[in-house]
């Protein structure tokens, strides 16, 4: 395959094509599509030649094929200094433990423990080589919205890189105090942090709305600006996420768990789609699925929507103990519905048509064979970490929880191949949570407190970038409505503009 045949497309007219760098600069499509790569059916991984690879090299292999027009040493460069640096605190970047009769894929032992981290180490390296390669002569603005983990794991990507604005919007009431505490706290001198009326859906989709709206688009061009997102619409953010399916399946292989070419569950704590649907692109390119899982919260729309083929947002909006799932319009749900419907752009614009005028859209669920799907809800979430704690003396966030008690409603479903659960958070992280999971409710005692009694009581360490939020200065202390959100930009840019 030439260089020139492999393009992105975009899930709302396969005509629009891009090479991989101009996607990754963009973010979403001008048509409000996603872009995907043409080319997934033709990549297939040798699963031989991979399977010994430390992840800096694994890493290296995977995106290759997919990042088109980026040359070796440019890509080489990215991974070295996002995979190579001592940014994760363990040199494998994540680990593979054993729970009870089930393994946990540890994402969260980067920079600002969330497994969010995978790939925002990386982005900031990718979006930077993308405008050189482009010959852009402009400053990035990264606009994120985040139900929590997104936007801390973006700053810390992102501060200080040169030629780059970051903002990150969070919905006020919809994160967890030491979530919160991360994001305000984030020093560098191109950092903008807002909080913002509303829950999550309404920030992703004003944001949306502001990649949609060409009078700011244009208004940022003539100062020299140019758009771009590090949400997981973005597929510079996707790539990287594949990577751990292969590596935590060979690592399995590594431990005598597994032979190679058998297959594997996985289960995915899901909210936007993006976690899950890298997930379905590893499948895609060879690596031995036997079902991918979508677990979900109380707010379980996706559960809904694989068992009826219904995606119904007429329903009620659940704040949870898992703030990084309370989401209703998962994104990356469309790239999936793309390969599904035949990659049938008409089609998905129809669908999501539908969705933004009548709440919903419904579709043959016998299309999705190796997706599973399950909810939690809040009693069974906090049950949970009680009972992996009292089992295993492992703590888990309230994320994994949900996918672990998934597990346990789905167990007879999995045949018997090796279940894999992804740990997408570190559980100090929600120390509040996963503290009443186990131990009587402390009195008088904030967050931070709490953090330090589980950690006592437990004996397990909290990670470095956990410690010590309490005594951080506070740094950002915007606050808007959803309509404001683009002025925010303009005055933070000191861009004059018509009111
Ligand atoms: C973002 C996030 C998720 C959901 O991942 P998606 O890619 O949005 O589906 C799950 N758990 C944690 C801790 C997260 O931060």
Not at 45 to 72: C, G, H, R
Not at 101 to 107: A, D, H, K, N, P
Not at 326 to 333: A, E, Q, T, Y
Not at 395 to 419: C, F, M, R, S, W
Request: aromatic share 10%; hydrophobic share 35%; with cysteine.
């Amino acid at each position: 395959m030439s260089k020139l045949e492999r393009n992105y497309i975009s899930t709302r007219d396969i005509n629009n094509k891009v090479q991989a760098s101009e996607c990754i600069i963009q973010g979403l499509a001008e048509d409000g599509g996603l872009y995907v790569p043409e080319f997934l059916d033709k990549i297939k991984f040798n699963l031989e030649e991979l399977k010994n690879l430390d992840y800096p090299e694994l890493a290296y292999t995977i995106l290759k094929p997919f990042l088109t027009d980026f040359s070796e040493s440019e890509l080489e460069s990215c991974i070295d200094s996002a995979y190579k640096s001592d940014l994760f605190d363990t040199p494998n970047l994540i680990e593979v433990t054993e729970g009870n009769g089930v393994y946990f894929m540890e994402l969260w032992h980067g920079p600002t423990a969330a497994f969010k981290d995978m790939a925002l180490t990386i982005l900031p390296y990718l979006l930077t080589t993308s405008v050189k390669l482009n010959g852009l002569n402009k400053d990035i603005i990264i606009l994120t919205a985040t139900s929590g983990d997104t936007g801390k794991a973006a700053l810390e990507g992102f501060k200080d890189v040169p030629n780059t604005q970051i903002f990150v919007y969070y919905p006020k009431e919809g994160v967890s105090i030491a979530q919160k505490r991360q994001m305000i706290t984030t020093t560098g001198n191109n950092t903008h942090v807002i909080s913002v009326e509303g829950n999550f859906d309404d920030t992703q989709n004003s944001v949306k709305e502001i990649f949609n709206d060409s009078k700011i688009k244009s208004l940022l061009n003539e100062n020299g600006f140019r758009l771009s997102s590090a949400n997981s619409i973005n597929i510079g953010r996707l790539l990287p996420q594949i990577v751990y399916y292969f590596y935590s399946y060979f690592e399995l292989v590594r431990q005598n768990k597994l032979n190679l070419g058998d297959k594997v569950n996985f289960i995915v704590p899901s909210g936007n789609f993006g976690d899950i649907l890298a997930g379905y692109y590893a499948l895609k390119t060879g690596l031995p699925v036997n079902k991918l899982v979508c677990a979900s919260n109380k707010n379980n729309i996706l559960t809904d929507f694989f068992k009826t083929g219904e995606y119904n947002l007429n329903r009620e909006f659940y704040k949870t103990t898992s703030p990084s799932m309370d989401i209703l319009i998962s994104s990356n749900l469309e790239r999936l519905l793309f390969e599904k419907l035949g990659r049938d752009s008409e089609k998905v614009t129809q669908l999501m048509k539908d969705l933004k005028t009548n709440g919903s859209y419904k579709i043959n669920p016998e299309l999705f064979g190796e997706f599973l799907a399950e909810y939690a809800s809040e009693e069974e979430v906090l049950k949970t970490i009680n009972n992996v704690y009292k089992e295993s003396n492992i703590l888990i966030d309230p994320h994994t929880a949900v996918g672990q008690a998934v597990y346990n409603k789905l167990a007879n479903q999995l045949d018997e191949d090796p279940t894999i659960i992804l740990s997408t958070a570190n559980p100090y992280k929600f120390s509040n949570t996963v503290y009443k999971s186990i131990f009587p409710n402390p009195e008088n005692l904030d967050e931070f407190e709490i953090q330090e009694l589980l950690s006592e009581k437990t004996g397990i360490d909290i990670p470095e970038p956990l410690k010590n939020l309490k005594n951080k200065d506070i740094k950002h202390t915007l606050n808007t409505t959803k309509e404001k959100m683009k002025e925010v930009i303009l005055n933070e840019l000191n861009i004059n503009y018509e009111k």
